[in-house]
């Protein structure tokens, strides 16, 4: 398809896209900074986290405060976490949203059982509804593609006690 053959986008429908993108950028960019209280302001009151692909463990139904407190616990004691969300690509259908994107987590912890660096791609396939004049996120399914170097970082950080 061409420019010239693409159809045209209504003004609603292309500030509902542009949103989208920003809102799913904006996910991982409070992820890595902790700004928690900013993240929350992004999920529906309540949100499903699908990481059984990577994990095997089912999926859970939560608010906004179970997933701050799911992930807080174990990202906090990284040294730094980098989520590149991009290449969004989003289905509208009302005031209800699909939109998959793909992802590249990058994890760091200095610790002296293997490798500081654990990086995850895939995709995140977000669902999303309208509430008033902004969209949130309903739920988060992660499609892990590809991983390289030491994964027990992960579990290196959620058995430490506290957070930097």
Not at 4 to 22: F, K, M
Not at 96 to 101: D, F, L, P, V, Y
Request: with cysteine; proline share 5%.
């Amino acid at each position: 398809m061409t420019v010239t053959d693409a159809p045209a986008v209504p003004g609603r429908e292309l500030a509902d896209r542009w949103a989208i993108t920003e809102l799913t950028a904006e996910f991982g960019l409070r992820v890595d900074t902790h700004e928690w209280d900013r993240l929350v302001q992004l999920l529906a009151p309540t949100v499903v986290i699908d990481y059984s692909r990577l994990h095997g463990k089912d999926p859970i139904t939560t608010d906004p405060a179970g997933v701050v407190g799911t992930w807080r616990g174990v990202l906090e004691n990284l040294k730094v976490t980098q989520h590149l969300i991009t290449g969004q690509v989003i289905e509208l259908s009302g005031d209800t949203a699909k939109c998959t994107a793909n992802l590249v987590a990058a994890h760091h912890l200095p610790n002296d059982s293997g490798a500081p660096d654990w990086t995850l791609g895939g995709r995140y396939e977000f669902a999303l509804e309208r509430a008033e004049d902004r969209w949130l996120i309903t739920a988060v399914v992660l499609f892990p593609l590809w991983a390289t170097g030491n994964r027990t970082i992960m579990q290196l950080a959620g058995s430490r006690n506290t957070t930097r």
